[in-house]
């Protein structure tokens, strides 16, 4: 049997809930809900959020270290 460690894991369980917030938020931006509004602050901390993932991502292309880039985003 094959060891696993607990970041593996963990990274496994980080991944299912980023992509069922993902999955949400979508959801949030395409149908259709009335009156509510999503706050400029909520849209702001995820802009800056994937513009942070970007910004480290497209650094690492050149060098290719993705150890580095995997590091950062655990």
């Known amino acids: 049997m094959i ?3 607990a970041n593996d894991v963990a990274f ?3 991944a299912v809930f980023v992509t069922i917030s993902s999955i949400i938020f979508f959801q949030i931006v395409i149908y259709d809900r ?3 509004n999503v ?3 909520s849209i702001s901390i ?3 959020a994937w513009l942070f993932a970007g910004v480290c991502f497209f650094t690492t292309l050149p060098n ?3 150890l580095w880039l995997i590091s ?3």
């Open 64 to 66: 290719h270290s993705w």
């Open 46 to 48: 995820v802009c800056v």
């Open 72 to 74: 950062i985003f655990k």
């Open 39 to 41: 706050s400029k602050i």
């Open 12 to 14: 496994s369980i980080h």
């Open 3 to 5: 060891p696993v460690a």
């Open 34 to 36: 009335g009156d509510q």
